[in-house]
């Protein structure tokens, strides 16, 4: 290959690698006959597996019925907290029903549909540390999953001298709090719950809160059509009771208004 045709190819190959993700259409997915939908499965109840070691939780429900919805064929991937918006970016998953929190900071990355779940972040920690404030968390050593809501929040308040540890996902936080490893997390009131279960009555305690958070069906940018769909999903089924029989089913509350 002469010295031109290589200098071609490369000017080549560095334009279609600079190209933004593809637009992907409802036409597209229904051609497909199936939609690729991210997922967390360490996050529950919102996700989580069942005792086949299938996608199981309030998302994966939500991902189902949006397949149904578009009549095709639901192919959920899991994915983790740092790495489920690359995975959008880079064409793996059509959309992500991954317990994404609406951020400014993710929404230059990616859209997001109508919110389709909420959740409360807290900060919970064993009951014989006293942490009433972001002040208290000054020498204490306070874990986080890697590149999450919870990671952003506590970072924002946390004073000089606060030891913030952060791991791959909640299910390993969740185990550092339960070792010892750590004195709290930052997790949602859904995680602590299941921490709350696990270990014997008034080990742990909610301390406060450091986020109130709701969440979107996220896809690449510039898929107007797309994000036009997902917003009458969600707010139809809003409307028709079947998210309230979700959050009823998983949650064990009511739907709430957000």
Not at 116 to 144: F, H, M, S
Not at 146 to 159: E, G
Not at 236 to 256: A, C, I, S, V
Request: net charge positive.
């Amino acid at each position: 290959m002469t010295t031109t045709r290589r200098a071609a190819l490369a000017l080549t190959l560095a334009a279609a690698f600079a190209l933004p993700a593809a637009a992907q259409t409802v036409a597209d997915i229904k051609k497909k006959g199936e939609i690729t939908i991210g997922m967390l499965v360490d996050f529950p109840p919102y996700g989580t597996t069942n005792a086949q070691n299938q996608p199981d939780g309030y998302d994966a429900d939500v991902a189902r019925l949006l397949a149904k919805d578009l009549g095709v064929k639901a192919n959920i991937v899991p994915v983790t907290g740092p790495n489920r918006i690359p995975f959008l970016l880079t064409n793996k998953v059509d959309v992500l029903v991954a317990s994404l929190a609406v951020t400014p900071e993710r929404a230059k990355q990616v859209d997001f549909s109508t919110p389709y779940a909420a959740a409360t972040i807290v900060l919970y920690g064993a009951a014989k540390v006293q942490l009433k404030e972001p002040a208290d968390l000054k020498g204490k050593r306070v874990g986080v999953a890697r590149a999450s809501t919870q990671d952003v929040a506590l970072t924002a308040i946390a004073p000089e001298g606060t030891e913030i540890r952060r791991f791959d996902d909640d299910a390993s936080a969740m185990q550092a709090l339960m070792s010892g490893q750590v004195d709290a997390i930052g997790c949602s009131t859904t995680v602590a719950a299941q921490i709350a279960k696990r270990a014997p009555a008034g080990t742990y305690e909610n301390k406060f809160n450091l986020r109130q958070q709701v969440m979107g069906v996220a896809m690449r940018p510039g898929q107007a059509e797309l994000k036009k769909t997902l917003d009458e999903f969600v707010d139809r089924n809003k409307k028709n009771g079947e998210l309230n029989k979700l959050y009823q089913k998983w949650l064990g509350t009511d739907f709430p208004a957000l």
